[in-house]
T-cell receptor, first 114, second 112 residues
Framework: DTGVSQDPRHKITKRGQNVTFRCDPI?????LYWYRQTLGQGPEFLTYFQNEAQLEKSRLLSDRFSAERPKGSFSTLEIQRTEQGDSAMYLC????????????FGSGTRLTVV | KQEVTQIPAALSVPEGENLVLNCSFT??????LQWFRQDPGKGLTSLLLIQSSQREQTSGRLNASLDKSSGRSTLYIAASQPGDSATYLC???????????FGTGTRLTIIP
């Protein structure tokens, strides 16, 4: 396993369009997280899955955002009717409950809304 | 609400020097603290993870310490190299909470 994979790496979209990002976690990790990072800031928590169940959502996750993790494997994050304020780096991470219990992050998807 | 602060926001040092990055947090009921490195436009690379019961962790030229009672952690980098130039982020996880709270990072530049 090569780590957490995110696709695409970059996405440029026009305001009002819908976009979908994909995250493939480390295969044995049952926890998956989405974070958003704007320029000059630390990542902020969006949502968290344990297996296929979405257990927590941040208030940052407006009604235009939806995340899924069918079958507890990969996850998708969809943003509907994108706005310029959605421009950010979207980071996915996974973890397990092993001794380290730390996060492994993917390389992120850079979204630019024009 | 957990708040994480990293000072300084930016740091430039000549190659070969030892340096310390600081991280402070307001709620000491943490499960663990993790230091990450982020290169421009890239994702996060985990450097060190310290459990709440530990005082420090070491990996190569990196040493991270944790003092829960004072709400502080430091990342010590020995014999700095130009390749160490990046933004360093610390993140804490509270007990009973799955999410990480990040600081805004320290942007480190090593001058050759």
């Amino acid at each position: 396993d090569t780590g957490v994979s995110q696709d695409p790496r970059h996405k440029i979209t026009k305001r009002g369009q819908n976009v979908t990002f994909r995250c493939d976690p480390i295969s044995e990790h049952n926890r998956l997280y989405w974070y958003r990072q704007t320029l000059g800031q630390g990542p902020e928590f969006l949502t968290y899955f344990q297996n296929e169940a979405q257990l927590e959502k941040s208030r940052l996750l407006s009604d235009r955002f939806s995340a899924e993790r069918p079958k507890g494997s990969f996850s998708t994050l969809e943003i509907q009717r994108t706005e310029q304020g959605d421009s950010a780096m979207y980071l996915c991470a996974s973890s397990d409950r092993g001794p380290n219990y730390g996060y492994t992050f993917g390389s992120g998807t850079r979204l630019t809304v024009v | 609400k957990q708040e994480v602060t990293q000072i300084p926001a930016a740091l430039s040092v000549p190659e070969g020097e030892n340096l310390v990055l600081n991280c402070s947090f307001t709620d000491s009921a943490i499960y663990n603290l993790q230091w990450f490195r982020q290169d421009p436009g890239k994702g996060l690379t985990s450097l060190l993870l310290i459990q709440s019961s530990q005082r420090e962790q070491t990996s190569g030229r990196l040493n991270a310490s944790l003092d829960k009672s004072s709400g502080r952690s430091t990342l010590y980098i020995a014999a700095s190299q130009p390749g160490d130039s990046a933004t360093y982020l610390c993140a804490v996880r509270l007990r009973g909470n799955e999410k990480l709270t990040f600081g805004t990072g320290t942007r480190l530049t090593i001058i050759p």
